[in-house]
């Protein structure tokens, strides 16, 4: 299972992280966060860090030329769509960064929401689903309705996010089996502050699901 543990700001909290056992590492490209990180923070957070562990940037109606000029100066794997990016947005991504990989992140208001998913079947690798929140794009600390979702299938990875924290993560992968998982504010002090304790009891509690 993929862990990927989102809105990291400093240097000596990402390689905590990435030592403790995450496989992946979030980065937050959006202005308006306060999460917000520039590229040479990215540079010197990434420098310290294992080659394997993927290191994926989030973005939001960003243009696409912006972001490609971001993945050559940074060690970015991964890029994570968190605006109203559409399908051919993404396909033309997909052509700028053949390499790298495109996450489609989908803020989950209903069931209507998560049906809508599959116009992005064919434009992206992999997905993501985040609570909706009429002001705030991301790191929200809010839940998705886990049972609506048990029927969610999609032909292509996914993460779940949203909310999770290391007291609801055994319920919510009891529920469901995303190939992988998102947490921010759930192992946060403060936004952007990761709480290293807390990191280390989700990743305790998701050791049985690893393998999954
Ligand atoms: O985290 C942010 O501040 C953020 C801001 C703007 C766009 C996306 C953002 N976060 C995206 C993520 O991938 C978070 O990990 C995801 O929303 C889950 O957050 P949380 O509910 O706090 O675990």
């Known amino acids: 299972m993929r862990i990927k543990i989102c809105g990291i700001t400093q240097p000596d909290q990402g390689r905590a992280i990435a030592n403790l056992g995450a496989t992946a590492l979030g980065f937050i490209l ?62 033309k991504l997909r052509q700028l960064l053949p390499d790298r990989e495109i996450i489609k992140a989908l803020r989950i208001k209903d069931r209507e929401s998560w049906e809508k998913s599959a116009i992005y079947f064919n434009s992206v690798d992999t997905l993501l689903l985040d609570a909706y929140h009429p002001q705030l794009l991301g790191g929200t600390g809010h839940t998705l309705d886990w049972q609506a979702l048990a029927s969610f299938s999609p032909p292509l990875p996914w993460f779940l996010a949203g909310g999770l924290n290391p007291d609801n993560i055994s319920e919510a992968l009891t529920r469901l089996h995303p190939q992988g998982i998102d947490v921010s504010s759930g192992v946060e002090r403060s936004p952007g502050d990761k709480d290293l304790k807390k990191v280390a009891l989700l990743l305790e509690r998701l050791q049985k699901f690893r393998d999954q």
Do not use: M, W
């Open 30 to 91: 959006v202005p308006s966060s306060p999460r917000y990180v520039k590229i040479q923070q990215i540079n010197a957070i990434t420098a310290a860090i294992p080659d394997k562990i993927d290191l994926i940037g989030v973005f939001a109606d960003e243009q696409p030329e912006i972001i490609q000029q971001i993945t050559i100066k940074t060690p970015l794997t991964s890029v994570q769509l968190h605006g109203r990016e559409s399908p051919e947005y993404c396909q």
